[in-house]
C-alpha cells in the first residue's frame, strides 16, 4: 500500500508561481510512477503530468506544457509540481497519485492510489 499526501496548495495571485508536494509513503513509495491530476469547480479531474519511478521518463498534458513541471526526489519520497505563471484558469483542487505496479515508467501508468488533494486558488 501506498499514502500520499498533498501540500503546497493556497491563495495567490495571477503570474506567481507555486511548487505543489506529494509526501508518498509505504515500502515501494520510491518505486512507482507518480502523476499530478488537477479538479476544477464542477469539471471532471483532468490529467496534468506524469514521471517514472526513476524520475528520468516525464509526461505532461498538451495543457501543461511549459508552465508545469514534475520532478521527485526519492530519498525523500516526494513528488513535486512546479506551477509557473499561474492563471485563474490554473485553479482547482490537486491530486497526486501513484502507479498501481512498481518500475513503471511515463505515461505508461495505472493509477491505483490517490492522495486527499490540496487546492490551489489563483485570484486576478
Known amino acids: 500500500q501506498v499514502q500520499l499526501v498533498e501540500s503546497g496548495g493556497g491563495l495567490v495571485q495571477a503570474g506567481d508561481f507555486l511548487r505543489l508536494s506529494c509526501a508518498a509513503s509505504?515500502?515501494?513509495?520510491?518505486?512507482?510512477?507518480m502523476g499530478w491530476f488537477r479538479q476544477a469547480p464542477g469539471e471532471e479531474r483532468e490529467f496534468v503530468a506524469a514521471?517514472?519511478?526513476?524520475?528520468?521518463?516525464?509526461y505532461y498534458a498538451d495543457s501543461a506544457k511549459g508552465r508545469f513541471t514534475i520532478s521527485r526526489d526519492n530519498a525523500k519520497n516526494t513528488v513535486y509540481l512546479q506551477i509557473n505563471i499561474l492563471k485563474p484558469e490554473d485553479t482547482a483542487v490537486y491530486y497526486c497519485?501513484?502507479?498501481?505496479?512498481?518500475?513503471?515508467?511515463?505515461?505508461?501508468?495505472?493509477?491505483?492510489?490517490w492522495g486527499q488533494g490540496t487546492q490551489v486558488t489563483v485570484s486576478s
Open positions: 509505504g515500502r515501494t513509495a520510491s518505486s512507482r510512477a
Open positions: 514521471i517514472g519511478w526513476r524520475g528520468s521518463s516525464t
Open positions: 497519485a501513484a502507479d498501481s505496479k512498481t518500475f513503471g515508467v511515463a505515461p505508461r501508468i495505472s493509477y491505483a492510489f
